[in-house]
């Protein structure tokens, strides 16, 4: 796909014009984060990942480090791959908020909207085979309706975003098991049923294909 081609799939050609590649060069459209942010966090991981793991906003370590997921949440999200035989390399990592919200709120709809073309745009361009939702915020953000996480935890969804499509599989956020001990089961399962189903990871190299579920 052309990146003309992309620009009226996402239906945002404002992000185009204020992205370079998947990186934001530059926004001011959420003032109250631009005086939280230290910098503009970007995805990471590769630029045609066939997973993408999709988290809320940036906390403080991210903030900090200019990455998402770093922190203690980071460490539980990096252990569950590699218990599905991936390393943080092999995936895409992203938020649906670029910018870290005042006291790590929740984003709010109006800056979940601002940068809606950027994610939009991200996803376009990566192309990934599967879309993992981590947490409340960007599962509700991505289905357009209320999400019970916990009890839709390894739920497989189309979500249709523009001119495209996408499978979602919902999880619960890996921050979750630092508090709710019998969450990390669950965590651990959803992840490596993603890779199952995204076809990456594991040992015999003969994933489960989309087509299966």
């Known amino acids: 796909m052309t990146g003309e081609e ?16 998947l990186a934001v ?49 980071g460490s539980i999200l990096d252990d569950a791959l590699r218990d599905a035989g ?9 938020n649906c908020v670029r910018c870290r919200p005042p006291e790590n709120r929740d984003p709010t709809s109006e800056e979940l909207a601002n940068c809606r073309g950027y994610l939009e745009r991200e996803l376009g361009l990566v192309d990934p085979a599967l879309v993992v939702t981590l947490g409340k915020v960007p599962s509700e953000h991505l289905l ?14 189309d ?17 979750a098991t630092l508090y709710d001990g019998s969450q990390r089961e669950t965590f651990f399962e959803t992840i490596a049923r993603a890779a199952d189903i ?11 294909g989309l087509d299966d579920f």
């Not at 239906?11 to 204020?18: C, I, N, T």
């Open 159 to 175: 979500v249709r975003l523009g001119e495209r499509s996408y499978r979602v599989v919902v999880s619960v956020h890996p921050a």
């Open 6 to 21: 992309t620009d009226t799939a996402t239906g945002d050609a404002a992000a185009a014009d204020s992205m370079e590649g």
């Open 25 to 73: 060069r530059a926004c001011e459209r959420c003032p109250e984060l631009v005086e939280s942010r230290s910098q503009i966090v970007d995805g990471v991981g590769p630029a045609d990942a066939d997973l993408l793991f999709l988290g809320e906003a940036p906390g403080a370590n991210e903030d900090e480090e200019g990455e998402p997921f770093v922190g203690r949440s």
């Open 198 to 208: 995204a076809g990456v990871g594991g040992d015999d190299g003969g994933q489960a």
């Open 86 to 94: 991936l390393a943080r390399v092999d995936v895409r990592i992203t």
């Open 144 to 157: 357009d309706r209320s999400v019970a996480v916990t009890k839709e935890a390894g739920d497989v969804v």
